[in-house]
């Protein structure tokens, strides 16, 4: 399975998650960093997918200091665990995507993405419910590193789980499908 996008329409080019993503690459190449192509990678791809929606619930100055925060928190976490820790940018950048993560999980948790599935024979779209890639993304996350890097995250997703509700302006449009899939789900 490779997500593609969510079905929350946005209003807006996501400048800053473009910008977000340009500058996570950027640092990867110039601070070549050991090992990490594969969590930048996903950290890009999940940053690419939720980030254009929660930064289109805010203003874009708001989605910038979210992040800001959550790479600053993880930063701060990190070092505090591992003072001699020479390999930050990984740190900082989990902490964005982290605070991101965490914004889409309690604005949008009932999403869907819309992801590319092979089957032998067969490439199909399916659209898969978010939170199956929100619960998947610090398990992936957990396998790249070290427990100091985790606790990292941890502190983004923190961060992104006590700031979104004040941050956050206005909540986008449910596509029509999803508010009938929520009524039947409230009716049960």
Same mark, same amino acid.
């Given at each position: 399975?490779?997500?593609l996008?969510?079905?929350?329409?946005?209003?807006?080019?996501?400048?800053?998650?473009?910008?977000?993503i340009?500058?996570?690459?950027a640092a990867h190449?110039l601070?070549s960093?050991?090992?990490g192509l594969?969590?930048?990678?996903?950290?890009?791809l999940?940053l690419?997918?939720?980030?254009?929606?929660?930064?289109?619930?805010?203003?874009?100055p708001?989605f910038?200091?979210?992040?800001?925060l959550?790479?600053?928190?993880a /930063? *701060?976490? @990190?070092?505090a665990?591992? &003072?001699?820790?020479d390999a930050?940018?990984?740190a900082a950048s =989990?902490?964005?995507v982290?605070?991101v993560?965490?914004?889409?999980?309690?604005r949008y948790?009932?999403?869907?993405?819309?992801s590319?599935?092979l089957?032998p024979?067969?490439?199909?779209l399916?659209?898969?419910p978010?939170?199956?890639?929100?619960?998947?993304?610090?398990?992936l996350?957990?396998?790249?590193?070290?427990w100091?890097l985790?606790?990292a995250?941890?502190?983004?997703l923190?961060?992104g789980l006590?700031?979104?509700r004040? /941050? *956050?302006? @206005?909540r986008k449009?449910v &596509?029509?499908?999803?508010?009938?899939a929520q009524?039947?789900g =409230?009716?049960?």
């Amino acid at each position: 399975m490779f997500p593609l996008k969510d079905n929350i329409p946005t209003d807006r080019l996501p400048i800053v998650t473009i910008l977000l993503i340009a500058g996570g690459v950027a640092a990867h190449i110039l601070l070549s960093q050991d090992g990490g192509l594969l969590r930048l990678l996903t950290d890009a791809l999940f940053l690419g997918i939720f980030g254009p929606s929660v930064e289109d619930s805010m203003s874009r100055p708001r989605f910038l200091l979210l992040c800001v925060l959550g790479g600053a928190v993880a /930063l *701060a976490v @990190r070092l505090a665990l591992d &003072p001699t820790a020479d390999a930050l940018a990984p740190a900082a950048s =989990a902490g964005v995507v982290a605070a991101v993560v965490a914004g889409y999980a309690l604005r949008y948790r009932r999403a869907r993405v819309v992801s590319v599935v092979l089957v032998p024979f067969m490439i199909s779209l399916v659209e898969v419910p978010a939170w199956i890639l929100l619960a998947l993304w610090p398990v992936l996350q957990a396998a790249f590193g070290e427990w100091a890097l985790f606790a990292a995250q941890a502190g983004g997703l923190v961060v992104g789980l006590l700031t979104i509700r004040a /941050l *956050a302006q @206005r909540r986008k449009q449910v &596509p029509p499908r999803l508010l009938a899939a929520q009524r039947i789900g =409230a009716a049960s």
